[in-house]
T-cell receptor
Framework: DSGVTQTPKHLITATGQRVTLRCSPR?????VYWYQQSLDQGLQFLIQ???????AKGNILERFSAQQFPDLHSELNLSSLELGDSALYFC????????????FGAGTRLSVL | QKEVEQDPGPLSVPEGAIVSLNCTYSNSAFQYFMWYRQYSRKGPELLMYTYSSGNKEDGRFTAQVDKSSKYISLFIRDSQPSDSATYLCAMRDYMEYGNKLVFGAGTILRVKS
């Protein structure tokens, strides 16, 4: 168990809908990262938050947004869902500074029908 | 061309064999090199990480980095059926205010008993 908690484990929804994925980082970790894993693209970085502030952004679609709350948990919001958004979404967390190694949660499997 | 190249396999070996997994990369700015193991539909699990060129050993696992050749390897000695998984190499890329991991495509390993 990495200590990173993601809910829900699996989401099934329809095209055009909006969903929210939740992540609780390891105790003491200030950084949260979101990644998308699909069969054709592999694991791709979406966005990083550090202590409530956005720090880095990858190829995240405008339909996707994220935030990190004062208690350090993070949410990834996906809207106007398309079939191609079906993927595994992973959250990772790391401490501030030092080796900054990222530990991953078990992921949320999103199925858009 | 992808920043990180990794042969997707599958690589099939008999139990007890020595396994060699490899990645090449093109961005000389990458720092920290990691190997994650991912079982089917689970989150990536950190196996090893290293910063400098050379070897790092942990039990049956040895990580090797050659920064001059932009080449990293993971060796697994005395492979076991429980080692059957997808192995992902990852490299840290620093961005203006944050950082991200850039992953290889992952190599599927099957250890036959």
């Amino acid at each position: 168990d990495s200590g990173v908690t993601q809910t829900p484990k699996h989401l099934i929804t329809a095209t055009g809908q909006r969903v929210t994925l939740r992540c609780s980082p390891r105790s003491g970790d200030l950084s949260v990262y979101w990644y998308q894993q699909s069969l054709d693209q592999g694991l791709q970085f979406l966005i990083q938050y550090y202590n409530g502030e956005e720090r880095a952004k990858g190829n995240i679609l405008e339909r996707f947004s994220a935030q990190q709350f004062p208690d350090l948990h993070s949410e990834l919001n996906l809207s106007s869902l398309e079939l191609g958004d079906s993927a595994l979404y992973f959250c990772a967390s790391s401490v501030a500074g030092g080796e900054n190694i990222q530990y991953f949660g078990a992921g949320t499997r999103l199925s858009v029908l | 061309q992808k920043e990180v190249e990794q042969d997707p396999g599958p690589l099939s070996v008999p139990e007890g064999a020595i396994v060699s997994l490899n990645c090449t990369y093109s961005n000389s700015a990458f720092q920290y090199f990691m190997w994650y193991r991912q079982y089917s539909r689970k989150g990536p699990e950190l196996l090893m990480y290293t910063y400098s060129s050379g070897n790092k050993e942990d039990g049956r696992f040895t990580a090797q980095v050659d920064k001059s050749s932009k080449y990293i390897s993971l060796f697994i000695r005395d492979s076991q059926p429980s080692d059957s998984a997808t192995y992902l190499c990852a490299m840290r890329d620093y961005m203006e205010y944050g950082n991200k991991l850039v992953f290889g495509a992952g190599t599927i390993l099957r250890v036959k008993s």
